[in-house]
């Protein structure tokens, strides 16, 4: 009997503007794996929590295919939650896509191609999920990868400064700062790294300014 190909539950498989990290404003094509560890409190995608569709690898790319864009960016849920996505990176790398992985950074991402750039979440106290941090991340980390904090409030901003100098993140990677959508103000928020000249970018979730919360945008 032949092993059984790899397969992965997919939420979702869609054609969009990347509105955060490095590449925000190109066209990419966003493979949204199904399930999460995690119950962040600000949360916009808990639609991926559970479901999905069981798909080969083979068919997770022909679906990225059918799109013309040469970004990909694996997001979920918690990619990372399922084994299987370590060979889907590396298979999206093979075709010549440049992939991106969004990760919580609970899980383990020490053997995740380093072909892909990774986009790290270190989680705030405003997301009820700090303790769940995987600091032993941070050494697998190159300059071509990111973290980002997602601020809620002037107390998650307080803690990102501390990460930032106790780690001395600055010198790891890009350090973005995220305002939690309808929680956090984005000028505000502004106004405190200039205030603090903090080493990191601002960025706002620009697939939320031009379509709202809208599902697969």
């Not at 700090?130 to 307080?158: G, M, S, W």
Request: glycine share 6%.
């Amino acid at each position: 009997m032949k092993d059984q190909p790899p397969q992965l539950r997919v939420t979702e498989i869609f054609l969009s503007i990347q509105g955060e990290s490095r590449t925000v404003g190109w066209p990419t094509v966003f493979v949204r794996l199904t399930g999460c560890p995690l119950r962040c409190d600000y949360c916009d995608t808990a639609y991926a929590f559970t479901g999905g569709e069981s798909m080969t690898l083979e068919a997770i790319l022909a679906g990225v295919r059918r799109h013309p864009a040469r970004h990909v960016t694996v997001t979920g849920g918690e990619p990372l939650a399922q084994k299987a996505c370590l060979a889907l990176l590396a298979e999206l790398c093979d075709a010549g896509y440049e992939v991106s992985l969004e990760t919580s950074g609970a899980l383990d991402v020490a053997a995740v191609d380093p072909r892909v750039v990774k986009v790290l979440d270190l989680k705030t106290p405003g997301s009820g999920e700090e303790a769940r941090n995987r600091l032993e991340n941070l050494v697998h980390l190159t300059p071509r990868d990111q973290i980002k904090f997602v601020i809620c409030d002037r107390a998650d901003y307080d803690w990102t400064q501390r990460a930032i100098a106790e780690h001395a993140l600055a010198e790891r990677c890009e350090l973005l700062l995220s305002p939690a959508w309808g929680r956090q103000d984005p000028a505000q928020l502004a106004e405190w790294m200039l205030a603090d000249a903090l080493p990191a970018r601002l960025q706002v979730q620009l697939h939320k300014i031009l379509w709202g919360e809208a599902r697969g945008r």
